[in-house]
Nanobody
């Protein structure tokens, strides 16, 4: 079994910062890509940032220059540092991992999601 557990969400004032963490655990062989998505009420889930195993990153235009994604491969953990937060960043943030895990005698590549963590930016 594989689990992704997120932490670090909360309430912050506009202009403030938060750091999200997501740790993957279980019968993991290798984690390829990791990313953060968000979903605001009444809107579709959207990609916020993604990072490859080698460290290449990709950001949504709306967060470029404010958010930074990073990962610790030894800890199977991905982070999202969010600075200069705006009210429009309010959403549930989900961690995603594209990984290979053990299943019996084989490895299987699948997508896994965390349970989500609420980020609210409000004065």
């Amino acid at each position: 079994q594989v689990q992704l557990v997120e932490s670090g969400g909360g309430l912050v004032q506009p202009g403030g910062s938060l750091r999200l963490s997501c740790a993957a655990s279980g019968s993991i062989f290798s984690i390829l890509n990791m990313g953060w998505y968000r979903q605001a009420p009444g809107k579709q889930r959207e990609l916020v940032a993604a990072i490859t195993r080698g460290g290449s990153t990709n950001y949504a235009d709306s967060v470029k220059g404010r958010f930074t994604i990073s990962r610790d491969n030894a800890k199977n953990t991905v982070y999202l540092q969010m600075n200069r937060l705006k009210p429009e960043d309010t959403a549930v943030y989900y961690c995603n991992a594209d990984l290979a895990h053990y299943t019996g005698s084989y490895t299987l590549r699948e997508d896994f999601w965390g349970q989500g963590t609420q980020v609210t930016v409000s004065s």
